[in-house]
């Protein structure tokens, strides 16, 4: 599926001009040589997002990066003062269930 095409801003806005003078998408397809479609999808947008510029595409933020060592977690503490030792925290990471281990290898179900 292919990228659509971007309008140039005066297009777009002569689109909105034209919305607001009450003329109808036929009529504004008609003048500027654009689709009915594509006058609707415009205005639909400037109805939605109150402008008619161009927004970015939507992009998948990366997450923080959730693995942070015990090491890291207890110089964290140290800052605020709080004295805690590594086991106090891997005691308690684990019995609220946030640290596990994976094997490296996992083994096979079913005999070779």
């Known amino acids: 599926m292919g990228r659509t095409k971007e ?3 005066a297009i ?7 919305q607001k003078a009450g003329k109808e998408y036929k009529t504004l397809s008609k003048q500027l040589g654009l689709s009915v479609s594509t006058i609707g999808s415009i205005i639909q947008k400037w109805k939605a997002n109150g402008t008619t510029v ?4 939507l992009v998948r933020r990366v997450k923080a990066d959730p693995r942070t060592t015990r090491r890291a ?4 503490l140290m800052v605020v003062r709080t004295l805690v030792s590594v086991n106090t925290i891997s005691n308690v990471l684990h019995s609220n269930g946030l640290c596990f281990r994976r094997a490296r290898k996992v083994p096979l179900l079913s005999e070779r």
């Open 7 to 9: 309008h140039f801003k």
């Open 12 to 18: 777009r806005d002569n689109i909105m001009e034209g």
């Open 54 to 57: 161009n927004l970015p595409l």
């Open 73 to 76: 977690l207890r110089e964290d």
